[in-house]
């Protein structure tokens, strides 16, 4: 066997190699460095307390639109996100189409956090349970009739998530659904 042939086809192949493409070029490029998102709240009370704040101003924005039939439902882009605002506009122009109106306020019992989440994202980054008082609340019809049902409470006890929108350092509201059939 002779090897002094492969010595020279050896050292072409190791040659030819790097012009190949076969061998990495140049060092290799950093990824680009990414924002981190920094959390709005330092303690759970701060968080609590916006999620309480920012609850607040739904519900006055959603009593306003209420009170007027439904009408002009995008006010709500101020104070809810995502698809939770698209399916609330789409109740007030249903209640709108409906003739119902909303006479009353519903207010806040009480909240408390269920979760605060300061090193995640800034989506569903507060989630809390919420008792909405609703015994001031009635929906009439086009005739000024209730259609609010007997057995309706008084109030509603909820699970409230929230997202900070970054853009306008605002906590909003993502979501809401109906916690327990207990009142609260």
């Known amino acids: ?3 002094s042939n492969l010595a020279p086809l050896t050292i072409g192949v ?16 950093s990824p680009e460095p990414t ?18 704040e920012a609850y607040a101003e739904y519900l006055r924005v959603s009593n306003e639109i209420l009170h007027a039939g439904g009408t002009d439902p995008e ?22 189409a409906e003739g119902h109106i909303v006479t009353g306020k519903s207010s806040i019992r009480s ?7 300061r090193t ?14 609703l015994s001031l609340v009635d929906v009439m019809d086009s005739k000024g009739k209730s259609v609010v049902s007997p057995d309706r409470g008084d109030s509603i006890l ?15 509201v993502a979501g809401s659904e109906k916690w327990s059939d207990e009142p609260c």
């Open 1 to 3: 066997m002779r090897f």
């Open 111 to 117: 909240v408390e956090l269920q979760r605060y989440s």
């Open 158 to 172: 909820l699970q409230v998530t929230f997202d900070f929108v970054e853009s306008s350092s605002a906590l909003m």
């Open 35 to 52: 924002a981190t998102f920094v959390a709005p709240y330092a303690t759970d009370e701060e968080a609590l307390a916006a999620a309480e």
């Open 75 to 96: 006010r709500l882009s101020t104070v809810a996100v995502g698809p939770f605002l698209d399916s609330s506009i789409d109740s007030f122009k249903e209640q709108q």
């Open 120 to 133: 995640g994202p800034s989506r569903e980054m507060i989630t809390v349970y919420l008792c909405e008082d």
């Open 14 to 29: 190791l040659l030819l190699a790097p012009l190949s493409g076969c061998a990495p070029s140049g060092t290799p490029e």
